[in-house]
């Protein structure tokens, strides 16, 4: 097997271990690997293309990775997904709410509910979903009064 093959083989490897870990070590490593090869391919002996991998990947290692990871992990909008979608959202009493316990119909799903302050909520009060616990949305009310038909939505 051409020494050029087994740095493609390497750097192959290396890119599939990043893919699982997204540390941007690997992928480093990958890139000394290509450079090895590349030295392989220009004519370079075996302890050249090993010192231009181990070079290779340091530089990548200490000058491209800091870059990489600021990129890859920057902080955009979070846009909220699963539970942390639902808080803000308003919800209706289906069942009394208080802080040990009810239900909530929210987005046409009937949900575990507690109350956020010590208050029982009756039936067909507007409430609004203040955070979640597990699979139980803690609630406050958003309106005095019940709101009409809208408890078996």
């Known amino acids: 097997m051409e020494p050029w093959m087994i740095w493609l083989a390497i750097a192959l490897l290396f890119a599939v271990v990043e893919m699982l870990t997204l540390d941007l070590i690997f992928a480093m490593l990958a890139g000394g690997a290509i450079f090895g ?15 231009v991998f181990a ?13 990489g990871l600021r990129l890859l992990f920057r902080k955009g909008p979070l846009i909220p997904t699963g539970a942390d979608a639902h808080v803000g959202r308003p919800a209706i009493v289906v069942s009394e709410v208080s802080t040990t316990g009810g239900r909530v119909k929210l987005m046409g799903e009937v949900w575990t509910a507690r109350s956020e302050i010590n208050t029982v909520l009756p039936v067909g009060t507007a409430v609004t979903v203040v955070r979640i616990d597990g699979a139980t949305a803690i609630v406050a009310a958003t309106a005095d009064k019940p709101i009409e038909g809208t408890a078996n939505n």
């Not at 090869?37 to 010192?51: E, H, P, R, Y």
């Not at 070079?55 to 870059?67: G, H």
């Open 55 to 67: 070079v290779a990947s340091l530089l990548l290692l200490v000058l491209l990775r800091p870059w």
């Open 37 to 51: 090869m590349l030295t392989s391919l220009v004519g370079g002996n075996v302890w050249i293309q090993v010192v």
